[in-house]
């Protein structure tokens, strides 16, 4: 049977899904997956997995997809990073039989993709990604679908969606956002950009940005005219976004705690949902924060949940009638909610940081930081500091590192050749040189080699001189010889 493709592959094999669960490294793992389908999610995503470790490795092939077959957890799309369109297909061929599809993610915006060479910093590399898709598209028995960040200029986007729709993608989710716009710079998201890709390709598409709540998903649909709306953000901080319902943070946080007892999940993941479900509440009674970040074991997650719950409901007991939420919340903590990113304003103004040069720097202001209190610090920052009392985290005490003359990286101190390690020890190899400061020693190991072997030879002279006199006199002859 050949597989479906655009708008027959949305309708039938995903089943006209509107509500998505976008893909989310160590975040939308099976167990959350189970939870947001149960509360209106009507597809999901694999978070990210990397194409080149999901190939030579078995056991992270079981870990993120071959041990968590459920018959509830479709349709289901399996996103991948890549580079290389042999990889790529290698490790979706794989894939292709636990899901409804292949995702290439090229949205991603982080340093790590950056350092990798995937995700958004393949958005330039036009002729790789045709290369890429074309053969998914020829290889797998499923469809090949992408996940995009837009450029900031539309009609380059618009063309950049037709080639990859050329090159045989059958679904289109488009983040509204550029590879730039992350962290406290995110902003809002372009569906302006989004509606021109809808109105230009003719294969489904779906929007992804700006959903905290079942009416954005519902203005986007309106205003874009897309097939679906995915959620990341969103989802996690109320995984009943898709019902259109605020419930109680306990009520959510233990039926995802009861699903993680029959799926199971590295302890990392549940700890990280409790935090983005209880972020609110968590910024109410801080010791509990302080607990849930150093518990070892699901029961101890369990009681600190049960913890946040009962504190929660002693709140709720003495509560006065007509109080209204504090911080600006639209819902008391307890409820699940949206949390809004702070912009670089609203940091700069909770760092104290605005009469600085360049007004924001980072999660804390710099001067403050230096002033030594450890409060500010990061957790990390602050052992460092019990380590080194006299340890800066000013970089612009940080010595400055001469570069290597050949790649431009720090070069080692001591290096005989101003390089760097690797491009020393290239260079020191095929001159046969040494190199002291990188603990280089091939002319010195050649030398030595040599006189082992003149020392071979040594040895064994007194045994061919037995043989007769003129073996022994034919041997320096031989000898001579050898050595030219």
Not at 178 to 190: I, N
Not at 244 to 262: C, D, S, T
Not at 348 to 363: L, S
Request: hydrophobic letters at 35%.
């Amino acid at each position: 049977m050949p597989k479906l493709r655009g708008e027959a592959f949305w309708r039938e094999t995903l089943r006209s899904a509107h509500y998505v669960v976008a893909p989310m490294v160590d975040q939308s793992e099976l167990a959350w997956r189970l939870l947001s389908r149960r509360h209106g999610a009507q597809l999901c995503y694999t978070p990210m997995l990397h194409a080149q470790v999901f190939l030579r490795d078995a056991n992270y092939r079981r870990e993120n997809l071959y041990g968590e077959a459920c018959p509830e957890d479709r349709p289901l799309i399996v996103q991948f990073c890549a580079n290389d369109p042999e990889v790529f297909v290698q490790a979706a061929l794989l894939a292709q039989d636990y899901c409804d599809a292949i995702d290439l993610n090229l949205g991603c915006p982080q340093m790590i993709a950056k350092r990798g060479h995937y995700g958004a910093f393949l958005q330039e590399e036009w002729d790789l990604l045709q290369r890429m898709i074309l053969l998914a598209n020829e290889k797998l028995s499923v469809p090949i679908t992408c996940k995009i960040r837009v450029f900031p200029d539309i009609d380059k986007t618009v063309k950049y969606a037709q080639m990859l729709e050329k090159a045989g993608c059958q679904l289109l989710t488009v983040h509204g956002r550029t590879k730039e716009q992350k962290g406290p710079l995110a902003g809002v998201a372009s569906w302006e950009h989004i509606q021109a890709v809808r109105k230009a390709v003719n294969i489904p598409v779906f929007a992804n940005g700006n959903i905290q709540c079942l009416s954005d998903v519902e203005e986007c649909i309106r205003k874009t005219g897309v097939h679906g709306v995915m959620s990341a953000e969103g989802n996690l901080h109320n995984p009943a976004l898709f019902e259109g319902r605020n419930p109680l943070v306990w009520e959510m946080a233990e039926e995802y705690l009861e699903i993680v007892r029959k799926y199971p999940c590295p302890l990392s993941y549940v700890r990280a949902h409790l935090f983005k479900l209880w972020h609110h509440t968590l910024q109410v009674y801080q010791q509990l924060r302080e607990e849930l970040a150093k518990v070892k074991t699901l029961e101890g997650i369990v009681d600190v949940n049960r913890e946040l719950k009962l504190r929660c409901q002693e709140e709720i007991a003495n509560q006065k009638e007509g109080e209204k939420p504090k911080e600006g919340l639209p819902f008391f903590h307890w409820i699940c909610q949206p949390y809004i990113r702070p912009g670089p304003k609203e940091r700069c103004r909770e760092n104290g940081d605005c009469g600085t040069e360049k007004g924001v720097r980072g999660k804390r202001a710099l001067e403050e930081e230096e002033d030594g209190n450890s409060e500010l610090l990061s957790k990390n920052k602050q052992k460092k500091k019990l380590r080194n009392p006299n340890k800066s985290f000013d970089p612009s005490l940080k010595p400055k590192y001469a570069k290597c003359d050949q790649c431009g990286n720090p070069k080692g101190n001591k290096c005989v050749f101003n390089m760097c390690r690797g491009c020393c020890k290239k260079r020191a190899f095929k001159e046969t040189a040494d190199c002291p400061g990188h603990g280089l020693l091939f002319k010195t190991k050649y030398e030595k080699s040599l006189s082992w072997q003149h020392s071979q030879r040594g040895i064994q002279a007194p045994e061919i001189s037995q043989r007769g006199d003129a073996e022994v006199r034919e041997t320096p002859v031989l000898k001579e010889a050898g050595d030219t």
